[in-house]
Nanobody
């Protein structure tokens, strides 16, 4: 089970840090990802991290503004979001899968309920 928190409303240029608490041992998953979905738009994978080695990937739309990280002791994955833009407004989901990372959101086995981010 994954539980996101940290969403909210901010002005453009502001920052937020999202958290994703993973039930059990975070290392039981291979890949953890943040995916967002804006109203009327398709899901967009924006950041991934491998639970074991910490290898990361970012979508071009968030590169150099967002940072994904993990704290294995707290079984938590974070998404630090700086320089927020109105186009970052979306529901943000944390998701996890085993064996390998994927850009295909439907391949992720476990999802959180989402946390809303609104940038004005």
């Amino acid at each position: 089970q994954l539980v996101e928190s940290g969403g909210g409303s901010v002005q453009a240029g502001g920052s937020l840090r999202l958290s994703c608490l993973v039930s059990g041992n975070i290392r039981s998953w291979h890949c953890l990802t943040w995916i967002r979905q804006a109203p009327g738009k398709e899901r967009e994978g924006i950041a991934r991290i491998t639970a074991g080695g910490g290898s990361t990937w970012y979508a071009d739309s968030v590169k150099d503004r967002f940072t994904i990280s993990q704290d294995n002791a707290k079984n938590t994955v974070y998404l630090q979001m700086n320089g927020l833009k109105p186009e970052d407004t979306a529901m943000y989901y944390c998701a996890a899968k085993n064996y390998f990372c994927s850009s295909l959101s439907y391949q992720y086995n476990s999802w959180g309920q989402g946390t809303q981010v609104t940038v004005s």
